[in-house]
């Protein structure tokens, strides 16, 4: 198995290269999903309902690792013909935006995230280097204006597609939520940081 030891496409390198690359096939499609699915049939081709609106070009920009927030504002800009199946999402205060990693090519099923030294498996992560360049946000609404979105909370780059938005209903109560290694990466720096400024338990 090929391995990259960061997630991240660096600013200038998008063509990545040395790793598992499946997107080498359609280089040039923004949903790699469709057209990988159509060849066994059975599936869906995903189209863009909209675009983000995004302050980050680049992604050296957007927050990473431990502790990062996640607060910028952007908008949802829905194409006009799914205007219509935006009736009534004023009413919810956070959506899932389901969108496509349009600049991430290849993926890796082991790497290294920003918040940890350590590898974990792509599906124990948010990495963007995923069999299916699949990305899901949770945005808070702030106002809608007809096909437009004003969310906060944006990690996507400019001009990334959006593949779906369902209002956010969390209904998982907090003392059953697991972390996993996140969880164990918190508490490692916490401890670090501890020693650090001297101080003891
Ligand atoms: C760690 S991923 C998490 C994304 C989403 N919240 C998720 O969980 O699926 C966020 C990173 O994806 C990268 N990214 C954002 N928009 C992208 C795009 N359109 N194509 C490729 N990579 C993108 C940036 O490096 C950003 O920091």
Redesign the pocket.
């Known amino acids: 198995m090929r391995r990259s030891s960061r997630w991240?496409v660096k600013p200038g390198h998008e063509a990545d290269t040395g790793t598992t690359d499946a997107a080498d096939v359609h280089p040039d499609c923004v949903l790699r999903l469709g057209l990988d699915v159509e060849a066994h049939g059975q599936m869906f081709t995903p189209r863009p309902i909209g675009f983000v609106d995004s302050p980050y070009k680049d992604?050296a920009e957007?927050p990473?690792g431990l502790g990062a927030k996640h607060e910028a504002e952007g908008v949802l800009r829905i194409l006009p013909e799914f205007e219509l199946g935006l009736t009534d999402i004023e009413g919810f205060s956070h959506l899932m935006v389901i969108w496509a990693?349009?600049?991430?090519h290849g993926f890796d099923l082991l790497g290294m995230p920003p918040s940890d030294n350590r590898p974990h498996g792509v599906f124990a992560t948010?990495?963007?280097r995923r069999p299916n360049p699949i990305?899901?946000?949770v945005v808070e609404l702030l106002r809608r204006e007809n096909g437009l979105l004003h969310v906060r909370g944006v990690?996507?780059?400019e001009g990334?597609p959006i593949l779906d938005i369902k209002p956010y209903l969390s209904s998982v109560p907090p003392e059953t939520l697991r972390r996993g290694w996140l969880a164990e990466a918190e508490n490692r720096a916490v401890s670090s940081h501890r020693e650090a400024a001297g101080v003891t338990a």
């Not at 990693?101 to 991430?104: A, M």
């Open positions: 991240y992604t957007i990473k990693f349009d600049r991430s948010r990495s963007p990305g899901l946000t990690d996507m780059l990334t």
